[in-house]
């Protein structure tokens, strides 16, 4: 019996083993702009050469600062991404639907490429800095899509 109840555990650990996945993440933006007239910048961003946010991270305990390498903020900058232009939510005459739905295409587009190549979207969170009143006339949607993949 001691003996089933070993070998029972065993199996247990083994299949947990094969069930423990490891994911790999990758995150897109879209970034629309909400400025009348057509004069913003919309874009789907996607960076090309990842970085290790360990470079840039300390600690702090006892209110001091762990001692690190100095790394510049503008070390944290990307060299290679990728821009897809989108268009604007407003034209000279206001909200336009059609680019709406034009930059639903070009969001869809990505997603699928990205799913083709083994990404399942995970997680969407979004938010929007808009037009605050009288004379502003600026803001932006912003859409961060979350994808994950089995690490290759």
Same mark, same amino acid.
């Given at each position: +019996?001691?003996?089933? $109840?070993?070998? =029972?555990?065993?199996?247990?650990? =083994?299949?947990?083993? $094969?069930?423990?996945?490891?994911?790999?993440?990758?995150?897109? %933006?879209?970034?629309? @702009?909400?400025?009348? +007239?057509?004069?913003?910048?919309?874009?789907? !961003?996607? &960076? #090309?050469?990842?970085?290790?946010?360990?470079?840039?991270? %300390?600690?702090? %305990?006892?209110?001091?600062?762990? #001692?690190?390498?100095?790394?510049?903020?503008?070390?944290?900058?990307? @060299?290679?991404?990728? &821009? %897809?232009?989108?268009? /604007?939510?407003?034209?000279?005459?206001?909200? /336009?639907?059609?680019?709406?739905?034009? /930059?639903?295409?070009?969001?869809?587009?990505? *997603? /699928? #490429?990205? !799913?083709?190549?083994?990404?399942?979207?995970?997680?969407?969170?979004?938010?929007? &800095?808009?037009? @605050?009143?009288?004379?502003?006339? #600026?803001? *932006?949607?912003?859409?961060?899509?979350?994808?994950?993949?089995?690490?290759?």
């Amino acid at each position: +019996m001691k003996k089933f $109840v070993l070998l =029972l555990i065993i199996a247990c650990g =083994l299949i947990v083993e $094969v069930n423990a996945q490891s994911y790999e993440y990758k995150v897109v %933006t879209s970034i629309e @702009s909400i400025v009348p +007239m057509g004069i913003g910048r919309s874009r789907i !961003v996607e &960076e #090309k050469s990842p970085i290790d946010a360990e470079n840039f991270t %300390t600690e702090r %305990t006892d209110g001091k600062k762990s #001692k690190q390498k100095e790394v510049k903020r503008s070390d944290a900058k990307v @060299s290679l991404f990728a &821009e %897809t232009k989108l268009l /604007n939510f407003y034209s000279i005459a206001g909200i /336009n639907f059609q680019n709406i739905a034009s /930059n639903d295409a070009l969001i869809s587009s990505k *997603i /699928n #490429k990205l !799913v083709e190549s083994g990404y399942e979207l995970a997680f969407v969170t979004s938010g929007v &800095e808009s037009d @605050s009143g009288k004379g502003d006339g #600026k803001g *932006i949607f912003i859409t961060r899509f979350i994808f994950k993949r089995l690490k290759q």
